[in-house]
């Protein structure tokens, strides 16, 4: 076997930042990498669309367990597998359903604690099991305190600012959306700070891990089926990295281990978490994080499936940690690509005022001598993420990807009570790569129902009348306790469901709509200050 010299002197130089024999003020200047370990502190652009020729990967994960370790790092294994909120809800092990889009599907990591760091101990009584102990324990070594406990147990960790997250794993196949995305998950209570009025707050902890509150905030920009470097020539069924970190250092350290392993950097991507901006470490207090992947429609539902049954097998998850503390190199916070095309939706559509008014007053015309109604406007639904997060307020789950939007509470009364949706079709516009709309029940904030942007089609015909033009740039749709017509979905209950309490809603309960708009023709969430907001009006039975 022939080695580029090159390569081995990097490798010793990474190797000796790892064991911490260099320093990076004696060295000044990291050497340079192509692809994944090109950016520096001062590069800070949005992703751009892979480039290059299709290769498959021949990679190994036993080869990259092996060069992280020669390069001086502890490894452990974690676990990729589907996160389904309503039945761990539905089964006590999970306190909030964090929003769910109902009929998408979520993936999250299960990671064990750092050397040298408690477990944080389950509630056995409620089901809840602890967290896997590290697999490195210096008894002669203090242990920093545990992650702050919440089920299921390590799908939220603290780090240091040099670890990092390995993930390798196959894409799923053809589907609307799929995205995975880091976020800073729980940060600590202010000492002092009243939260009881704060918007969506949920508050839990210890007095060993510290108490904290949920912010959900994303960091950074997701790698989603645009902008994805994997191998193969498709953003489907193929083969990606994802390496989650804070310091450049270990950033272009397991970069050239994943390359010697197999996994060249045209297929990796780095998630860059801002040490100066968020509270890395282990103490008490610090930050808690995660990784969270969506898809969205999947051609092939049964193959999905399959998918996701093996998926904690097929896929590779890794906690890298310096045996020894590697100097602080922190990642600056990226640019920020506008939301926006600077073309309003009202600009692709012909006299949209008299439409969505012929659509309202067709609508109440239709159910007003039976029913009572409230009509509901729509305003931002989410905060994006580091705003949020500067803000210590909960981002409820953003993603750039996506424009939120939601309306205001209200109940369902009756059996006969039913809810509008209405407006433009921001697929037809170009402002959605896909939308929905989805009906959630506070306060566990479980999504129960929803109506997709594939459904609409032919919707609005009915309202605006059969010779209206660009019929299909607008929709209506109902979501009731029965199938009214052809354009409704059924809400079910929530008594008696079979999958779970928190698949269903009962009357009385205090529920909302939020619409998600997933990438624009400029490959991120829409600008709200170009859409044209959605719609809702609630029917009530009126008493004989």
């Not at 439409?355 to 309202?360: N, T």
């Not at 919707?459 to 009348?465: I, N, P, Q, V």
């Not at 059969?466 to 409704?488: F, I, W």
């Amino acid at each position: 076997m022939v080695f580029n010299t090159t390569e081995v002197s990097r490798r010793d130089f990474l190797k000796g930042m790892a064991a911490g024999a260099v320093s990076l003020g004696a060295i000044g200047v990291l050497p340079a990498f192509s692809g994944a370990a090109a950016a520096s502190a001062e590069t800070a652009e949005p992703p751009a669309e892979p480039q290059g020729e299709s290769f498959i990967s021949d990679g190994s994960p036993d080869e990259l367990r092996k060069k992280l370790e020669e390069t001086g790092f502890r490894v452990q294994n974690g676990k990729l597998y589907e996160f389904d909120t309503l039945r761990l809800a539905s089964e006590g092990k999970l306190l909030t359903c964090f929003g769910n889009n109902a009929g998408s599907t979520y993936l999250i990591l299960n990671l064990p604690p750092a050397p040298n760091q408690n477990a944080a101990p389950g509630d056995p009584d409620r089901g809840w099991e602890g967290e896997t102990e590290s697999a490195y324990d210096d008894p002669d070594v203090e242990n920093a305190p545990e992650n702050p406990f919440f089920s299921p147990a390590g799908m939220a960790f603290k780090m240091r600012q040099d670890e990092a997250v390995v993930i390798i794993t196959r894409l799923p196949e053809a589907c609307k959306y799929w995205s995975f995305i880091a976020y800073d998950m729980f940060v600590r209570q202010m000492e002092g700070k009243d939260y009881t009025n704060e918007k969506a707050y949920f508050g839990f902890g210890s007095d060993e891990s510290g108490y904290y509150h949920t912010v959900f905030a994303s960091i950074g920009w997701p790698v989603n089926l645009l902008n994805a470097r994997h191998d193969g020539d498709s953003a489907f069924g193929t083969q990606t990295v994802i390496v989650l970190c804070a310091n450049r250092t270990v950033r272009d350290s397991v970069s050239l281990c994943l390359t010697e392993a197999g996994y060249p950097d045209a297929m990796v991507n780095v998630m860059e978490i801002p040490a100066d901006i968020y509270r890395m470490g282990l103490e008490r207090g610090k930050d808690t994080f995660s990784i969270f992947g969506r898809v969205s429609q999947p051609e092939d539902r049964d193959a999905f499936r399959e998918y996701l049954e093996k998926l904690p097998e097929t896929a590779t998850v890794l906690r890298v940690s310096p045996k020894s503390e590697i100097p602080a190199a922190a990642f600056a916070v990226r640019d920020l690509k506008p939301r926006g095309s600077g073309i309003h939706e009202a600009a692709r559509l012909t006299r949209c005022t008299e439409k969505l008014d012929r659509i309202r007053e067709a609508l109440i015309a239709k159910y007003a001598d039976e029913f009572d109604y409230e009509e509901l406007s729509t305003d931002i639904g989410i905060t994006d993420g580091l705003t949020a997060y500067m803000k210590d307020a909960d981002a409820q789950g953003d993603v750039l990807d996506a424009a939120y939007l939601n309306c205001g509470d209200f109940t369902l009364q009756s059996d006969e009570d039913f809810v509008a949706v209405y407006g433009v079709n921001h697929h037809f516009t170009g402002k959605a790569r896909y939308f929905n709309a989805v009906l959630h029940e506070r306060p566990l904030i479980n999504g129960v129902c929803s109506v997709y942007n594939s459904m609409l089609p032919g919707s609005a015909a009915e309202y605006l009348g059969e010779d209206a033009d660009e019929a299909d740039g607008y929709y209506v749709y109902k979501m009731a306790r029965t199938q009214m017509d052809e354009h409704t979905a059924v809400i079910p209950y929530s008594t008696g469901n079979e999958q779970g309490r928190f698949y269903g809603v009962d009357n009385g309960s205090t529920v909302f709509v939020l619409f998600r708009l997933y990438l624009d023709e400029t490959g991120i969430g829409a600008s709200y200050y170009e859409l044209i907001n959605d719609r809702v009006i609630v029917f009530h039975k009126k008493k004989a």
